[in-house]
């Protein structure tokens, strides 16, 4: 996502909405969520570059 909004710019807007819905892979809280994509999933010191709202219900 985050080579997508850097290629498009403000042609394209992502937004991230954390969901426990799809096999359970989000079960953390919002911070617990940024330090995981940060650390382990994907991991590399990853920081989203779009919003990343509060985990939700998406369906």
């Given at each position: ?9 403000d042609k394209l ?11 359970h892979q989000e ?7 940024l330090n995981a ?23």
């Amino acid at each position: 996502m985050n080579e997508l909004v850097s290629r498009y710019g403000d042609k394209l807007v992502v937004l991230g909405f954390p969901s426990n819905q799809f096999g359970h892979q989000e079960n953390g809280n919002g911070e617990e969520i940024l330090n995981a994509l940060e650390h382990v999933r994907p991991g590399k010191g990853f920081k989203p570059k779009f919003p990343l709202f509060e985990k939700c219900d998406v369906n």
